[in-house]
T-cell receptor, first 112, second 115 residues
Framework: KAGVTQTPRYLIKTRGQQVTLSCSPI?????VSWYQQTPGQGLQFLFE???????NKGNFPGRFSGRQFSNSRSEMNVSTLELGDSALYLC???????????FGPGTRLTVT | AQSVTQLGSHVSVSEGALVLLRCNYS??????LFWYVQYPNQGLQLLLK??????LVKGINGFEAEFKKSETSFHLTKPSAHMSDAAEYFC?????????????FGKGTLLTVNP
């Protein structure tokens, strides 16, 4: 089976812009979770989608949003980018219960 | 709420030496436990997992971990370090919340292997 794929791998944006990141889960996986990874804060949970519905949400401002499509692919959007949003954004997929998560390679976002 | 503490943000060993990365967890219900490895500019790769079967779990690349309930620990070991083991390692706990599970990560331990 193909693993989790994320596009793009690298992105440079300017403060105030918005960005959309994409994640395709492992075939058959219906749960997609998003994480932000920074040197200072480590791995922080953003949100999880299951069957096109947000099932869990972390403690991030409303500028961070996501959605999931009927084929389980997910997108994450960040509006009004701030310098502090520079991070590696990781997507993980899992089967229905979400016990075991498999991660993609991540999208490295740099905000200037 | 569950939590994970990884003791030592940076561990340095010589090639061929024992690798020991420490992880302690806190959970009010029986947890599932995981170790992930992250190489530079890559995502997280699952090394091994404890899912309430055998307490000694063997993973990829010669790593293993032992679940000790009395000590709430899940330390990761490898008998002989290789240069290719240099990476960051994350311990994680997954606990059931309603109908699904929540995964919580430790802050990571950077492993350096010296020739």
């Amino acid at each position: 089976k193909a693993g989790v794929t994320q596009t793009p791998r690298y992105l440079i944006k300017t403060r105030g812009q918005q960005v959309t990141l994409s994640c395709s889960p492992i075939s058959g996986h219906r749960s997609v979770s998003w994480y932000q990874q920074t040197p200072g804060q480590g791995l922080q949970f953003l949100f999880e989608y299951f069957s096109e519905t947000q099932r869990n949400k972390g403690n991030f401002p409303g500028r961070f949003s996501g959605r999931q499509f009927s084929n389980s692919r997910s997108e994450m959007n960040v509006s009004t980018l701030e310098l502090g949003d520079s991070a590696l954004y990781l997507c993980a997929s899992s089967a229905a219960t979400g016990v075991e998560q498999y991660f993609g390679p991540g999208t490295r976002l740099t905000v200037t | 709420a569950q939590s994970v503490t990884q003791l030592g943000s940076h561990v340095s060993v010589s090639e061929g030496a024992l690798v020991l990365l420490r992880c302690n967890y806190s959970s009010s219900v029986p947890p599932y436990l995981f170790w992930y490895v992250q190489y530079p500019n890559q995502g997280l790769q699952l090394l091994l997992k404890y899912t309430s079967a055998a307490t000694l779990v063997k993973g990829i690349n010669g790593f293993e971990a032992e679940f000790k309930k009395s000590e709430t620990s899940f330390h990761l070991t490898k008998p002989s370090a290789h240069m290719s083991d240099a990476a960051e390692y994350f311990c994680a706990v997954s606990v059931k919340r309603g109908s699904n599970y929540k995964l919580t990560f430790g802050k990571g331990t950077l492993l350096t292997v010296n020739p």
